[in-house]
């Protein structure tokens, strides 16, 4: 997460807890405000810190400066605290359910007494909720649903985070000069999009020194007897386990073995009675084909056999950053910034998609800003080729009409379009308006198909394999969303997608320049499901591509 999504989320929940505490309602709108500043600031923040120029920026005040200096410090403020001391304990972990809002957790406080999730699911289920004014039988379903939810996601991480925890671990092993030999293996090696536990194995020159050095950084505690297996506890949101090994040979067995997974370990017959210098070898012992780590689940084991090719896909595959978000709607950097960001990566060609007009909460655009972004990357052309499109990553309305009409819609390059509103709709009545959105001759790219976010919310009810087909029917490509929070499409749809001859589009939906990294993610998601180069949209190379944007209308593509 980013410096300024933590100041966000910081902010807002100090309004929080003044509103829990019916608190002045003068202090808790002005960190609603400050949040909302910091939103819509789009310099550079931390440098606004440092120089105390946060002062002028319109909305934040002294007592939000202080706060914000505090958390950059420190990681949280003293305010915050002081708020969090003045709450029952578990009330927090209450605001964790999606749809109920302060003011109505203050009255089940009042009203029932409730300080916990655990609290609230009991009276819940005891019926108690429904009876409380303003409530009813389906706000207690909603409720019952979003528990249970938490309750199945605890003691999981999202992979940005684990992938976090697991750099900092292979910084100190690298630092150390004991540790001849490690490396990620488990849930992150195969690149699960949830992680519940971060797992290493290990080689090392001496055992008591390596012990004693990671209990001063990490605070081990052993789990087992013949101490070959090290748990870390409490330092981190999940567990770390180290899988010690003795030689190169026992290092590559552990390695695939923990590497699993067990229903894909299960489904063949491995031999591993000899030695081995890696992987590789183990496969070639055992008259099996090699698979990559991220192929190595119980999908691979079901799926078709011309589907079996291992992935191809690398970061240097990649021509086309086709869905970032600019200052002209929600996005963090302007279009020249990350335009110059990208060609540092390696893409050849840009195609900014700010938000359309319906989304008003993140600045969408109407027809009047859309000219003067065109007018911007017309300007922009001069210097880069024409490699710089407009697109709009447009909303699907509720109907499953886009946002814009025709007359709009034909003036850009690209379109995504998305699903932002109204997710409580049934499955079949969500299936239609996505496919009326795909039916549209200016769609190119479906975004983030189901709308989830993963360890926050479950995606809407959606009939996928209809999607697919309506997609493969009507030539438009499906993103693979790499943000960590959606990776959606979910990889194990993907092989159905490319049974379908579907196009996936791996795109960021960058709102900062750091989020161009989180490719990384949706690469290793596509990379589970087996994804070729040129089943990649933005890997084509660019006549390739402006020859897609061209096959359904006629655009004046340069």
């Given at each position: 997460?980013?410096?300024?999504?933590?100041?966000?989320?910081?902010?807002?929940?100090?309004?929080?807890?003044?509103?829990?505490?019916?608190?002045?309602?003068?202090?808790?709108?002005?960190?609603?405000?400050?949040?909302?500043?910091?939103?819509?600031?789009?310099?550079?923040?931390?440098?606004?810190?440092?120089?105390?120029?946060?002062?002028?920026?319109?909305?934040?005040?002294?007592?939000?400066?202080?706060?914000?200096?505090?958390?950059?410090?420190?990681?949280?403020?003293?305010?915050?605290?002081?708020?969090?001391?003045q709450v029952p304990d578990g009330i927090q972990e209450i605001f964790e359910i999606r749809g109920l809002g302060v003011k109505r957790i203050r009255k089940l406080n009042e009203e029932l007494g409730i300080t916990s999730i655990a609290e609230l699911e009991t009276a819940a289920k005891e019926n108690k909720v429904a009876n409380i004014?303003?409530?009813?039988?389906?706000?207690?379903?909603?409720?019952?649903?979003?528990?249970?939810?938490?309750?199945?996601?605890?003691?999981?991480?999202?992979?940005?985070?684990?992938?976090?925890?697991?750099?900092?671990?292979?910084?100190?092993?690298?630092?150390?000069?004991?540790?001849?030999?490690?490396?990620?293996?488990g849930e992150l090696r195969r690149g699960l999009e949830k992680i519940k536990c971060v797992e290493f194995v290990v080689s090392f020159s001496d055992y008591k020194y390596l012990i004693k050095k990671l209990n001063e950084k990490l605070k081990l505690v052993l789990k087992n007897n013949e101490q070959e297996i090290i748990v870390i506890e409490n330092l981190y949101q999940i567990p770390v386990i180290f899988y010690i090994t003795k030689n190169e040979s026992d290092f590559t067995k552990k390695l695939f073995l923990s590497t699993g997974s067990n229903e894909y370990l299960g489904a063949y017959k491995f031999k591993l009675n000899i030695e081995f210098r890696d992987e590789k070898e183990i496969y070639k012992n055992s008259n099996i084909d090699f698979l990559i780590p991220e192929m190595r689940e119980l999908d691979f084991v079901n799926a078709p056999y011309k589907l079996k090719t291992n992935s191809d896909l690398s970061i240097e595959k990649f021509k086309g950053l086709l869905h970032f978000h600019s200052t002209y709607s929600d996005g963090h950097n302007k279009i020249e910034e990350t335009v110059k960001a990208g060609k540092e990566m390696g893409y050849?060609?840009?195609?900014?998609?700010?938000?359309?007009?319906?989304?008003?909460?993140?600045?969408?655009?109407?027809?009047?800003?859309?000219?003067?972004?065109?007018?911007?990357?017309?300007?922009?052309?001069?210097?880069?080729?024409?490699?710089?499109?407009?697109?709009?990553e447009s909303d699907i309305l509720k109907d499953g009409s886009l946002d814009y009409p025709e007359e709009i819609l034909q003036q850009f390059d690209l379109v995504v379009a998305s699903v932002h509103s109204s997710f409580e709709l049934s499955e079949s009545e969500m299936t239609n308006r996505i496919i009326k959105a795909i039916e549209n001759p200016y769609t190119d790219i479906l975004g983030h198909p189901t709308g989830r976010l993963i360890l926050v919310r479950d995606g809407y009810k959606v009939n996928m394999k209809k999607i697919i087909d309506a997609c493969s029917q009507n030539q438009v490509a499906i993103e693979l969303n790499s943000s960590p929070y959606r990776l959606d499409i979910d990889?194990?749809?993907?092989?159905?997608?490319?049974?379908?001859?579907?196009?996936?589009?791996?795109?960021?939906?960058?709102?900062?320049?750091?989020?161009?990294?989180?490719?990384?993610?949706?690469?290793?998601?596509?990379?589970?499901?087996?994804?070729?180069?040129?089943?990649?949209?933005?890997?084509?190379?660019?006549?390739?591509?402006?020859?897609?944007?061209?096959?359904?209308?006629?655009?004046?593509?340069k």
């Open positions: 997460m980013s410096l300024k999504s933590e100041i966000i989320n910081h902010l807002e929940a100090i309004a929080d807890l003044l509103e829990f505490n019916s608190d002045n309602p003068f202090k808790i709108k002005a960190f609603k405000f400050g949040s909302n500043a910091i939103r819509q600031f789009d310099g550079d923040l931390e440098n606004a810190i440092l120089s105390a120029e946060l002062k002028n920026i319109k909305g934040i005040g002294k007592a939000i400066i202080q706060v914000i200096t505090e958390f950059y410090d420190n990681g949280t403020s003293t305010e915050y605290e002081k708020l969090s001391d004014s303003g409530f009813g039988e389906n706000t207690q379903e909603k409720i019952l649903t979003e528990i249970k939810r938490i309750k199945e996601n605890r003691g999981f991480l999202q992979i940005h985070k684990s992938s976090a925890i697991a750099d900092e671990i292979s910084a100190f092993f690298k630092s150390s000069s004991v540790v001849e030999k490690f490396e990620v293996t050849q060609y840009f195609v900014v998609c700010d938000h359309s007009k319906s989304a008003y909460y993140a600045n969408g655009l109407n027809e009047e800003r859309i000219l003067l972004q065109k007018k911007e990357i017309i300007q922009f052309n001069s210097k880069y080729n024409n490699a710089i499109y407009q697109g709009i990889w194990r749809w993907i092989y159905y997608a490319r049974e379908k001859g579907c196009l996936i589009s791996i795109n960021q939906d960058a709102h900062s320049i750091d989020d161009l990294q989180n490719i990384e993610f949706g690469i290793k998601m596509a990379r589970k499901a087996g994804l070729q180069t040129e089943e990649t949209l933005n890997c084509f190379e660019f006549e390739k591509f402006k020859n897609y944007l061209s096959r359904k209308v006629n655009r004046k593509i």
